[in-house]
């Protein structure tokens, strides 16, 4: 039996519309954004909770999306509170807007501590989710470089872009490595001890100056 006949499409060739909901399984609703790339749309969900709404990524954050999002706050979703909103991890056009839906809502966000840390990651261009490492792998898969822009937040200019780092975040502290890919990495004794002083400083129970230094 070839794929073709493995996949079941009860909707068949139906998409909603922008502004549309399709409802797949009871309380659960299929929406759409549209994106401005090459892949131009992301699938989101509405759970319904019967006195609210739990909302499962939120589209790229831009004037187009949040439009959107009015349309569906008070037509599809009847003008019922949002309880909840879930991001699945922290690529642009699922995180995207969810500060937005956060100011517009009330509602909590709900991620996993390591999406949230990638997602500033991304955002600071640091950490191996630098431009340079993602351009490195696309180009390695047929990305043309000369169509793509400059990006306005690369301050560096000479490609040396932190493994680990600090940084405070209102009254948190957060600390990220890489971790690195070498097994011999765990053995040296240097590196375990800056993991455990990092630590000690992301639990309160130590000060460092983490004043950042471009």
């Given amino acids: 039996m070839d794929l073709d006949h493995q996949v079941a499409f009860p909707f068949e060739d139906r998409v909603p519309q922008p502004g549309e909901a399709i409802e797949v399984a009871p309380g659960v609703l299929w929406i759409r954004m549209p994106l401005p790339f090459a892949l131009d749309h992301i699938n989101l969900w509405l759970l319904d909770e019967g006195d609210g709404w739990t909302i499962v990524d ?9 439009a959107l999002w009015e349309k569906h706050l008070a037509g599809t979703m009847g003008g019922r509170p949002v309880k ?49 490492t993602g351009v490195d792998f696309f180009v390695r898969n047929g990305l043309d470089v000369s169509k793509m822009p400059a990006n ?16 405070s975040y209102g009254q948190g502290r957060v600390f990220y490595s890489s971790l690195g890919h070498a097994a011999e990495t765990w053995d040296n004794r240097d590196v375990a001890q800056m993991y455990f002083e990092a630590i ?13 230094r471009p």
């Fill in 152 to 167: 306005p937040n690369n301050r560096r200019t000479d490609g040396d872009f932190p493994l680990a780092w600090a940084k």
């Fill in 58 to 66: 939120t589209g790229f954050g831009v004037e187009a999306t949040w």
């Fill in 84 to 132: 909840e909103i879930v991001v699945t991890h922290y690529h642009p056009d699922h995180l995207g807007s969810a500060h937005w839906l956060q100011q517009r809502t009330g509602a909590p966000m709900w991620m996993t501590t390591s999406e949230f840390l990638s997602g500033h990651a991304a955002h600071d261009d640091t950490a191996g989710f630098d431009r340079a």
């Fill in 200 to 212: 000690k400083w992301a639990l309160g129970l130590t000060e460092a100056d983490v004043t950042p």
